[in-house]
């Protein structure tokens, strides 16, 4: 008999560890809403979380640097009437974040760069045109100001964000709800997973379904999709009795799975997170208490399982750091925010080396934060490519673009800000409290003389 000879790979013995105690996010009210969504969103400068809110919903937002115990009068982010379901950063735009709320709508808010000293109750935009919660939102990988949102009323919205206008709303091809939405790489097509126990690759631009695949997982369970290397469809869902599995599909031909794996009979959603660079996927379950991860490779069985982090508390929610945002000097190949009850615990993942120089094989070049096309032109049918960025030095943030919206056309969607004053406008107020200025003191001169008058 042939000895088992075990598969090479530099990312076999990755191992996830918790952060020290004083580097976590500790006192944060995490919210108790059943939602499948991560609840949590990350990026180079800030962490942003669902949390309890009294009279609404609210997200708080701390910079990365501030851990320890979070203050109870810590400012929120606070403008809707529901709660809050869904957040997420703009990939282009580190002060730039969306949520999608039970009042039906979506806002997008522009932090501060230190993070909130007051808080914010009045969104840069308003987005309404769902007629149901919207729990799902997923910013364009490559196309400047535009978002996708989902809602329970069974319709996908694509939005121009600086324009405040829904362009593209695909509204007949979902029969119930939809439990995922996720770009590909490039953002020219949209993968979703929906009750009616179907996925659907879907051009949104030409409002079509480019394949759809018919039960996925046997079960009744949600399914998640998403997007890997090469165009492929990763899938986790649940089998019919209640094994949690996680399958890999070719859109070129979807009758079977290129692999379909059982995992275990827990009931909570596994969420995938994808990292196109080391080709790992990090399978994350709400209500479990470890983060199982495989590498996808083109050999068999495609998805190798490479090991599990496992802990003792149970995850509300998980954040994922862009590549952009890790300590490369330290072989940190992902970064998960594991929301607790009442904390956030950052948790790193390393690939063990002895060196402390930049390992190349690990740090391919990686997503940067500038968009390749305007939203407009990519409405229009022009599509963008990923550009890229190099890690060597670490990522070192260039000057924010600013955020732009066409105050025309956001007339009805954007809350009423304070009227601006024009500087003719100034000037004229200027002048006028110069005469009044001499009015008064020509009056009182009257009134002096007056009096002196009098008094003799």
Not at 33 to 49: E, G, I, L, Q, R
Not at 248 to 261: A, I, S, Y
Not at 318 to 334: D, F, H, T, W
Request: aromatic residues 8%; proline residues 6%; charged residues 25%.
């Amino acid at each position: 008999m042939a000895p088992k000879v075990v598969r090479s790979s530099k990312f076999r013995h990755v191992f996830g560890q918790g952060v020290k105690a004083d580097q976590c996010y500790d006192d944060v009210r995490i919210s108790q809403m059943t939602w499948d969504s991560n609840f949590c969103t990350v990026n180079p400068k800030f962490v942003a979380m669902i949390v309890e809110a009294s009279g609404g919903g609210a997200f708080m937002v701390l910079p990365l640097s501030k851990t320890g115990r979070v203050d109870m009068s810590q400012p929120l982010v606070c403008g809707h009437t529901g709660p809050v379901l869904d957040i997420e950063w703009c990939p282009h735009n580190d002060n730039i974040i969306a949520s999608g709320s039970e009042d039906c709508t979506v806002m997008i808010w522009e932090i501060p760069d230190g993070g909130l000293t007051r808080p914010i109750t009045e969104p840069v935009v308003t987005l309404e045109g769902h007629s149901k919660r919207v729990g799902i939102l997923s910013w364009h990988p490559t196309a400047h100001n535009v978002l996708l949102s989902a809602g329970c009323d069974n319709v996908v919205i694509i939005w121009n964000v600086a324009r405040g206008e829904p362009v593209i709303t695909l509204d007949s091809m979902h029969t119930d709800m939809i439990y995922s939405a996720c770009w590909n790489a490039t953002g020219s097509q949209i993968v979703t997973s929906c009750k009616d126990k179907k996925i659907r690759v879907i051009d949104p631009r030409k409002g079509s379904v480019v394949v759809e695949k018919d039960k996925p997982h046997e079960g009744s369970r949600p399914v998640r999709a998403i997007f890997v290397s090469e165009g492929k469809i990763l899938t986790t869902g649940f089998s019919r009795m209640s094994e949690r599995q996680v399958a890999l599909w070719d859109p070129k031909n979807l009758e079977e799975p290129m692999t379909l794996q059982e995992l275990d009979t827990s009931s909570g959603v596994l969420l995938p997170f994808f990292d196109p660079d080391t080709g790992i996927v990090y399978l994350c379950g709400k209500g479990d208490s470890s983060i199982r991860y495989f590498e996808i490779t083109d050999e068999q069985p495609y998805v190798h399982y490479l090991s599990m982090y496992t802990s003792k508390e149970s995850q509300r929610g998980l954040g994922y750091m862009p590549k952009r945002g890790l300590e490369v000097n330290k072989c940190e190949i992902a970064r998960f925010y594991k929301l607790h009850e009442r904390k956030c615990e950052p948790i790193v993942m390393t690939v063990p080396r002895k060196s402390d120089l930049f390992q190349e094989d690990l740090y391919p070049d990686t997503v940067g934060p500038e968009p390749s096309v305007e939203a407009d032109d990519w409405f229009a049918g022009r599509d963008g490519e990923l550009i890229l960025i190099s890690l060597r030095d670490g990522f070192a943030a260039t000057k924010t673009r600013e955020f732009k919206v066409n105050k025309t056309l956001l007339a009805k969607t954007t809350a009423t800000a304070r009227p601006s004053i024009e500087a003719s406008d100034l000037q004229s107020l200027i002048d006028e409290l110069k005469k009044l200025k001499t009015v008064v003191e020509e009056q009182n001169k009257r009134i002096c003389e007056l009096e002196g008058k009098v008094g003799k």
